[in-house]
């Protein structure tokens, strides 16, 4: 180091934000070494992994930086030492002498996280929490910048979550983490006591503010100081020294909020917030609050800076000691922080830019590590996201842009230029499509759409997206049972923004149609666009909204009868929405209007025609509606032809089961043959009254009550116009009917005129025809109703009735065996008190035997101790009958063998000799 500071000594660019931090700050910032060879400047980074998922994060962290670096002519020595609890198992200490040094003597430290359960109960100084507090102690790093900006897993709802683009500078150095005095002692009482102490001088609350003030100014000018003035003296001191401040900033509107309360305005609107400005432990909480507006903690940098001295950069979260050694974390807060280290620790923003950059475009590639995955997005590990990046760096050329600290948001370059490699051709992809009944004929086009990447590579702001959009937009793939009016609704309030909705079919996509949108303007196309982009079609489903900005679109030819490779260029005559008879564009124009627009947006014409009519509409089958009016259509099929997008593909007689001749009735849909075969469809007239069936062949409708076809006009097969059948259809040979058209030379104004009266009449004809519908299909229902409740109630009382007997003679039976039971049972308990007396007499005599018995035997017991004494020669009176017990000459016998007895018996008996002897 000390020889490469005598080869190149670069001082190293600082934010803005730390240039004359403080008024009486004389110390000049430390000028830091980065040695520039011809080739490649040099670095040393002290990287501290620490515990945890700590280890895991930085490495990739890492070879991020090292990818970015040597894009961008950066090396770095890397010098990797032991902190926290891999430091206590180590050496036995938590921030090691060496480590401490080594960090000093770098240019910037990268920490992963420290902690664990294996060291909760150490002893303070021994915990490896203490570590980190001495580093940033040792560094002096008291400001600490936690950015928070929006990514698409909040847990937040989206109108809340979304845009919040805020910044937490916490004062990191000072505060009760450090106050004195701290500790846990005994007091009188004898009860143990904790505490600790919450100090700020004034010069450090002066410092901080200072940075805050800066970051605000660059940032939108917004500086919140969030304290508990109304309770803590400290916070008192530290609201009137920012207060002073703000007078050095007008151009800065500073407000203030307490604590708890900035807890509860973050998750209810965070969007309120640009910087905020707090202490050590207030900011430790609300930015880890921060981060979940975000979608996790896994995704928030930060960097903690001195006015000298390297800058620590790390993750705002800990060890996570729940997921370590699982490849589970979400490496993306520490890659950040090391872009900050780039930006803040180096002043490389080109290379912070790539990474922060190549992030975006991992996200919006719909890669996610656990704690952000949802529904339809790829659920990667810890290291496959850090390969993602890793490769994404390379391909990034930097813009301007910032997500990290949302400052100074400019205008990224065209879309050339967006990846060093890229053309225009690479950021847009081309989609062919077509429109039209396929029976009629098809509309054939290919759109121009800005791909995903063309926009993931940059920020969600409006002016980071594609230079070259227009207020045309594509939806790809909305799942076929959307009905027009299901995506009407979806748009929602945009609605009123949307000129034209046109639907298409994608070449090859079966179950899924497209619906190319022109808006009215820019900044409401930009803002759908950032509404909608992602959003779910329906909580239900795991469909979502695939949004692209639209290049532009060319219509390539028509594979009807009629020629119409060409859309006319003129003005567009405006037939009536069938629904209200209300003007509306032809259905060619969206392709008109995109080419126009992607010409110059010129079309005044145009803007008078949508202003009178609202938004439009234009079906698959190339019907032009009001949104409004085609809003109220409540099938996916369309209300003027009824092709549908989903019917199937080969129609059959309900009946027969006949593909040939079929009809199809255009009040319920029922598909019957024509007279030649079945004559299903005309039975199902005279069973159900409907009487307009719809020939699927031709989409000519026939009236079964006039006899007829309904339409009086056709399209011409030759010039594509409305032509009028020469008076009523004549029975054709398919059995129907059928009608000439004479291909004539009416003026337009005539036509047109005739057109309005004809669709007043078919619309006053089908309202009538619907009222009768209604009330006939009411009666159907009111039939059916009373006949399933009618048959109901009978099935009923003949079930009733049927099983009634069975259950009765169910029931005596139980009743008969309840009562044998209640008989059995009372029986039982008269013997049961029988028997009880019998036990109890026969326990008193059995008492009474064992009495007597023991009597006897103690009475025995003495007889035996007394002829025992006199065998041994006693003298006594007693003794001479003993004696004359043992001389054979008396036998002491009680006369009734009662223990009591005194009489004894004398009884001849053997001698003493013969006893002897036996
Ligand atoms: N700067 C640091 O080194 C910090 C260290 N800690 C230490 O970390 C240890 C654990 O503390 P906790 O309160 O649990 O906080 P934590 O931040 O480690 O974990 C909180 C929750 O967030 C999850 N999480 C954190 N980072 C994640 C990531 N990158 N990817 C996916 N999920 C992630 C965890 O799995 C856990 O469920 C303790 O020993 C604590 O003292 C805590 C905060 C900061
Ligand atoms: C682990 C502590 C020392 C610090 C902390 O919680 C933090 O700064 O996020």
Known sequence: MAAALQTNIRPVKFPATFRALTKQSAAPFRVRCAVTSPEKKRYNITLLPGDGIGPEVVSIAKNVLQQAGSLEGLEFSFQEMPIGGAALDLVGVPLPEETISSAKESDAVLLGAIGGYKWDNNEKHLRPEKGLLQLRAGLKVFANLRPA??????????????????????????????????????????????????????????????????????????????????????????????????????????????????????????????????????????????????????????????????????????????????DKANPLATILSAAMLLKYGLGEEKAAKRIEEAVLVA?????????????????????????????????????????????????????????????????????????????????????HLFSDDAVSSSSSSSSNLPI???????????????????????????????????????????????????????????????????????????????????????FTGYSGSIDHT???????????????????????????????????????????????????????????????????????????????????????????QTTENLWMCVICGVVGCGRYKGGHARNHWEETEHCYSLELETQRVWDYAGDNYVHRLIQSKTDGKLVELNSHGSLSKDGCGSCEYSDSGLTDALLNSKVDMIISEYNELLQAQL??????????????????????????????????????????????????????????????????????????????????????IQYLEEQLGKLMAQMDGGESEEGSELKEVQEGTVLPISANTSPSGSERVKHASKSKGNRRKG
């Open 149 to 326: 900006t929006l990514v698409d897993a909040s847990t937040l709802k989206r109108e809340v979550a979304e845009g919040v683009d805020l910044m937490v500078v916490r004062e990191l150095t000072g505060g009760i983490y450090f106050g004195e005095p701290r500790g846990i002692k005994t007091n009188e009482n004898g009860e143990e006591v904790g505490f600790n102490t919450e100090v700020y001088a004034a010069h450090e609350i002066d410092r901080i503010a200072r940075v805050a003030f800066e970051t605000a100014r660059k940032r939108r000018g917004k500086l919140c100081s969030v304290d508990k003035a109304n309770v803590l003296e400290a916070s008192v001191l530290w609201r009137k020294i920012v207060t002073a401040l703000a007078a050095e900033y007008p151009d800065v509107e500073l407000t203030h909020m307490y604590v708890d309360n900035a807890a509860m305005q973050l998750v209810r609107d965070p969007k309120q917030f640009d910087t905020i400005v707090t202490n050590n432990i207030f900011g430790d909480i609300l930015s880890d609050e921060a981060s979940m507006i975000t979608g996790s903690i896994g995704m928030l940098p930060s960097a903690s800076l001195s006015d000298s001295g390297p800058g620590l950069f790390e993750p705002i979260h800990g060890s996570a000691p729940d997921i370590a050694g699982q």
């Open 363 to 447: 996200l919006n590639k719909g890669f996610r590590t656990g704690d952000i995955y949802s529904a339809g997005t790829k659920l990667v590990g810890c290291k496959e996201m850090g390969e993602e990046v890793c490769k994404l760096v390379d391909k990034m050329m930097p813009s301007t842009s910032s997500i990290i600290a949302g400052e100074e948001s400019v205008v990224p370059p065209p879309l050339a230029s967006v990846s060093g490699e890229s053309s225009l051709s690479d950021m847009t992809q081309t989609v062919h499509f077509s429109s039209g009944n396929p029976r009629i004929g098809e509309t054939r086009g290919v759109m």
């Open 468 to 554: 070259g959009r227009n207020p045309l937009v594509c939806v790809l793939g909305v799942p076929n049972h959307m009905t027009y009016a299901d995506f009407c609704q979806f748009c929602g309030s945009f609605i009123q923004h949307i000129l034209e909705m046109r639907t298409v079919r994608n070449d090859g996509v079966e179950n899924r149609y497209s619906i190319l949108i022109r808006f009215d303007s820019q900044e409401s196309t930009d803002t759908f666009y950032q509404h909608f982009r992602g959003k779910r079609f329906n909580s239900l489903e795991e469909d979502v909204c695939r949004l692209l900005f639209t290049l532009d679109v060319q």
């Open 566 to 656: 060409q859309p006319s260029a003129g003005p567009i005559e405006q037939p009536t929405c069938p629904v209200c008879l209300g003007k509306v564009l032809t259905s060619v124009c969206i392709i008109q209007v995109s080419i126009w627009l992607s010409r110059a947006l010129e079309s005044a014409n145009l803007d008078r025609l949508d202003q009178d009519t609202g938004g439009i509409l234009t079906t698959m089958c190339n019907h032009s509606f009001h949104c409004s009016c085609i809003s109220n259509w409540p099938d996916s099929s369309c209300p003027v032809c009824r092709y549908c997008q989903q019917q199937p593909e080969n129609s059959v007689c309900c009946v027969c």
């Open 771 to 856: 009222e009768n519908q209604k009330q006939y299909f009411e009666k159907l229902l009111q039939n059916v109703k009373e006949e399933t409740e009618q048959k109901v109630s009978e099935a009923a009382s003949k079930a009733i009735s049927q099983r009634l007997p069975k259950l009765q003679t169910k029931l005596d039976r139980c009743l008969k065996e309840k009562q044998f039971l209640e008989d059995l049972n009372e029986n039982l308990v008269k013997n049961k008190d029988v028997w009880s007396t019998k036990i109890t007499e026969m326990e008193e005599r059995e008492k009474k035997l064992i009495q007597a018995k023991d009597e006897k």
